[in-house]
């Protein structure tokens, strides 16, 4: 049960720096670093290609058809944050287009992940202003009912609280809870490293097979090979 | 970012009594009272025409494939519970069938809310075991993965904590955090009572326009009649 | 472009009792009928099974989540009327429940066709209110946004203008325009007395191949049968 | 690459004893009996609650919107039959309706299975003809393109070949080679009789979690109970 | 009911320069100039990045698999149309592809919206001509069935008429009733000046919450800021 | 049913040089060059513009949620190879990442075609190691169930045989039975040559509707031309 009609001003952010650090490692990489959970639904994609930020979340809900809320958001914007926006059912329209991308950036804004619509796909990308939603519609929205920012949402089936670290690509989003945020950064640094020797390996033709030692328990499964 | 791997045997449920009340509502009355949140996404059907229950709400969370921790969440079954069921990705898997169902019975279970798919449908129906599901799939799965029990968790895009009130019935499920349900019964009274005064009117051919005032914001809103 | 804000309160109907005679041959005589035109996309479908009705369309055009046009229809309701409504872009709320129902009941509708979504299912199948819908869902809807009554809509693909005749049933719905409702009535006649005669035929073990005269056209076509 | 423009008369169609009593065991059963293969996708969709029978596959491949190889599979049709029919390309339009339904039935058909439309719902009801297909829809066919008849088709999903076991019920709908029929009779029977004694079991209030043994192997998996 | 077989020849378009003038604001800002209304499904996407055109339509009215009439629609180009395509039926077949767009080219057209699938996209974005479908698909089509040419049809769920002005982009697709261009035009125009002002001061900072003048209605409506 | 925990080491390849000249043509062509057969379903898509390749099959069939068996089937492939996975139930996981392409690639491999999900898209893209998938997801898989390499599999809808010829470009994928491969690369040639002479009359302006004498078959079918 959503509280509607508030916002919270005082929120508690993950570190910045942790935020963009793991940003480097991408969504694949911190997923696995945080046990295989934090994803976004696969629908939510990137308007262009090439998109690639991270952030802390300053989370908005919204009406269907209604984006007021995303301008009591804009208030709430400090350098570094992503605005991640739900809705309270299913909504294809264009909640946010150039104007308020414009309005996102001067705040200090790193991007936008919405489980609706945007719009003004070709300006957006000139501006280099990311954005990841489940669909590109040219439709409006009218400003009309109260939401609430700075609360804890589903989006797009995974929960954002504000403040969370929030890091998205071309592979889609995922969000790492503040308190959990040095942790992960730890353990997808590690893996990162892990993963470097093993793409060398990899390139020079050794097979994943015997990397992992695989075989002994393929066999134990089971598996036959036939000639 | 869930917690795997974790039972959590001490839950603090709603109390049994208020809940059962709610059932008595529907979703869409109970859904009003709570100021129109806390609704599943309504690709959750219903396997069978009538179905309607409430009660407290066990969760689990699943991996795809996979329906091990539904063996586990039987055991922290108390009657008048309602397990609700989550996968940590999109799975239409049939994870629940007529033993599963004869045990959670056995348990007091109320019934079932998963989003992904179950099977032995015509034997659930003979059971009046109701169960809410996405999908209906004869495809069995496995028992490798660990999820967990009483997490909070994101089911078809609402957030359900474990205790929590769930209303399920032909027009979809509803949840109603535990703190909130003795305040979400009332207002429910209230509307309900509002409700049949409504019908009776409206029986008698009193227009809407007219039983709530609506001809003059209409006007003002600029609606215009042509003869 | 929606001519918004209106409602015409003057429509030419297709005679009633056409409409009625339309209703008993069912959508897939008088979709074959019109020269296979006419259906609403398949995605609209009853809310009980056997749900089955025609009449004479009053248009409605609904902005996502919001009902307010449907109590502004209702006053245009005669008997045998069918509400049909449009939302201006996708909604799967539950923009209509038992009250409404109640309403146009009283009102003389037959039924109603939404592309949208709709609540009380239990209750609308118990007072026997045939519905056709995209969705059920418990949400509900505002009260707030100007649409239109009786004007021409676009409604799941389909060009429906007051007045026309609207026949569904478990099959789907089909839109006869007015001008065309005597004529289509007189082919689906037609139809329906050559339908009777190859059913007999058909029963009695009389193959399509033979009845109708495919085997010559199937053996230009060349057709091969493999022994 | 289908073979086009040929019908095989000649096919080897499995026992149909054994394919009765397939039937009796039910999709869920019969799917675990393979090893979990051989489902056709979950959006294969009874038309009717309380559809099941099997049968032996009489195999039709169809062009979309272009239903002519229903009527030359008609002919090939042996008592015990279904037929079982997969379209070029995405069609939901109704390709079968109460007319078909009559002469399949005179020829001792089972039911039919088709990746499409059907229509007539009412009728193939009250006939209780059973059909699963993935879509409802009243939109007519012509007859015009050559497909085939008992040639191997990919029909949702699933690998069917002339003569092979199809169980359909409200679960959905399994295939079973020809070649493996009497052997998965076997493995089903074996597995009914062991959920009989479970069933008793779990009614009795036994948990699946010491019946199945499975509390070692979730302690071993790391899974922690929290009071 | 569509009107079956027939082409007509003699259509009134709307003003090409006016057409012209409307594809450079682009469809978000052409549908609000419209009271939000006009916009094609957003299904409906382009087949390239940065595809972007207006002109005025000739409609063409598919059957499914089908696309003879687009042949026949070819010689009704006029330099400045752009091609409208519905189909009657669900339908994502390859319709369309590089020697039918060479032929278009020749003939004047600005692109093709087509409520179905294309081909040799490759090629059609190296001829730089811009083409919104639903689907992209390598399936061919046949040449049999008569549609129509520059009748009413309905597009992706909009009303469009021979003639309209149709402007398409990376937001989608709107369009505009040749009666209404030249307003819709100018409202346009105004409502493009008015956002370079808004533009300007959003990036200077200023929120739109003070620019809109919206923190009073916020007040009112009940929004509470907590610290 | 498939057979599973095989893989078949000794598999009859397509000419490697007939597969790469089909790869030429492209998939539409090829498509037509089989009478319209072979193609997976448009749901499958490149996941980079440009995408383009052909090559002979590699099979695999996956569990959901489990890329084992795409370890088991580096080791199987050949230069000129392109790897075609199916999964057992319906899956968007990611499967498939720059780690595996690394091998894929030092094996020789063109491609990847999946049924499901892939990841790391920006590295895959620069490593221009084409992918056509039906999803794309951050999400990680486990390793741990058998699935089987080159057996024959159902992959989108189309059946794959190991060693057939793939074609796969930016409009989908078509699969060439290896027998088959000869015959349609010729079929191709013939039809591209075809199309050659077509673009350049188009281009000139001359009509379809001559070039392919369709006026007499139009008038035929009843075509009326209306001024």
Chains 1, 2, 3, 4, 5, 6 share one sequence.
């Not at 294809?92 to 150039?98: I, K, L, P």
Request: proline letters at 4%.
């Amino acid at each position: 049960m959503y509280e509607l009609g508030v916002v919270h001003r005082s929120i508690r952010r993950a570190d910045h720096d942790v935020a963009a650090k793991l940003g480097t490692f991408g969504t694949a990489t911190v997923h696995e670093a945080m046990g295989r959970t934090g994803l976004l639904n696969p629908y939510i994609r990137p308007i262009y290609a090439g998109a690639h930020t991270s952030g802390t979340a300053v989370t908005v809900l919204l009406h269907p058809g209604d984006n007021w809320m995303l301008h009591v958001a804009a208030e709430q914007i400090l350098p570094g944050d992503i605005v991640v926006a739900a809705v309270t059912a299913e909504c294809t329209d264009g909640y946010f287009g150039d104007l308020l991308a414009t309005s996102f950036k001067a705040r200090g804004a790193q991007g936008l992940v919405i489980a609706a619509g945007v719009r003004d796909v070709r300006l957006l990308t000139e501006m280099e202003f990311p954005v990841w939603s489940k669909a590109i519609s040219a439709k409006g929205t009218v400003k009309a009912a109260l939401g609430s920012v700075n609360i804890p949402i589903v989006c797009a089936g995974a929960l954002v609280s504000p403040g969370d670290v929030v890091v998205a690509d071309e592979d889609g989003v995922v969000v790492v809870p503040a308190a959990a945020a040095q942790k992960t950064l730890e353990a997808a640094a590690a893996r990162e490293t892990s993963e470097d020797e093993k793409r060398a390996k990899l390139a020079a033709g050794i097979l994943g097979l015997d990397m992992y030692n695989m075989r002994e328990p393929l066999q134990k499964a089971g598996l036959k090979y036939i000639d």
